[in-house]
């Protein structure tokens, strides 16, 4: 366990200091890098997590195709020159650094609090569960049985999103 | 179990997902600090399908969609407003102001 540990915090860190780093990156490519590697890390958290399915998936849509659709059009609109800072003044950034860090700690005061009701139990049955079914059939199962109707909403919500896209950058209709 | 530490990281995650959205005046950077907040939430989904059963990943499969056809549309939206203003910048942009 401790060499889990061990390599949760590694990953956990280099998350924190590329999204610290992504937030205050004056070019605005530079900045969806450093997200691209926030989302890399967040990937391995995954995969410690017994959630190795999902991590293959952020790597996959997160990194892969929303990441690239941002550069895509940071590229499209030449915003990439860096230029003037869009950083807010003093006084903006105080608020805003007051503000975030009082959420953060509420945050992690919430996180490190006992939940209510029952204990959560000390083992994971995720992990027995993907010896018997696999790694993607423990996702799998459910997801096309108990969670088919959500499943087959979300179709219809990209449909939507499609038809949307299409019309907004359209030049005239 | 790593539930507590992936906890605690999602809230440092998602404050600085915060920050970026109330620092920063380029519309595409916020944009990005909000999937960065999307993703603080799906660690905490998942570190917690890993006590509480697998309904967790697929709740984040479901984020996942979600955040997919979010960015499509909230891109097209920026790319309107840049064609209308030339800019960006949320300062410049002042439609609503009477």
Same mark, same amino acid.
């Given at each position: ?99 975030? $860090? ?31 079914? $696999? ?39 | ?20 959205? #109330? ?28 006590? #509480?059963?697998?309904? $967790? ?27 209308? $203003?030339?800019?960006?910048? #949320? ?8």
């Amino acid at each position: 366990m401790p060499a889990t540990l061990l390599l949760f915090w590694a990953f956990a860190g280099l998350a924190v200091v590329s999204a610290a780093l992504c937030i205050t990156r004056r070019n605005p490519i530079a900045s969806a890098l450093w997200l691209v590697v926030t989302m890399f890390q967040i990937a391995a958290l995954f995969v410690l997590l017994d959630a190795q399915f999902i991590a293959v998936l952020q790597v996959l849509v997160y990194a892969g195709a929303i990441m690239v659709l941002f550069l895509f059009v940071i590229m499209l609109l030449n915003l990439g020159r860096g230029g003037a800072s869009d950083m807010r003044g003093p006084a903006g950034l105080a608020v805003a650094t007051l503000l975030a $860090g009082a959420l953060g700690v509420q945050l992690f005061i919430v996180a490190r609090s006992t939940p209510p009701g029952p204990s959560l139990p000390v083992t994971s049955p995720l992990a027995a569960a993907e010896q018997v079914e $696999g790694m993607v059939g423990v996702v799998a199962n459910p997801l096309f049985t108990t969670y088919l109707v959500p499943f087959e909403i979300t179709s219809i919500l990209l449909l939507a999103a499609i038809v949307g896209a299409v019309v907004l950058a359209k030049r005239q209709l | 179990m790593l539930l507590g530490p992936a906890l605690a990281v999602s809230a440092v995650l998602f404050a600085l997902g915060v920050a970026g959205v #109330l620092v920063r005046r380029n519309a595409i950077v916020i944009f990005m600090c909000v999937e960065l907040m999307l993703n603080a939430v799906n660690l905490t989904f998942i570190a917690l399908a890993q006590t #509480l059963g697998v309904a $967790g990943q697929i709740f984040v499969f479901f984020v996942m969609a979600v955040a997919a056809a979010e960015a499509a549309v909230g891109l097209a939206i920026i790319l309107a407003m840049f064609r209308h $203003g030339r800019t960006v910048n #949320l300062q410049n942009i002042t439609l609503l102001k009477g």
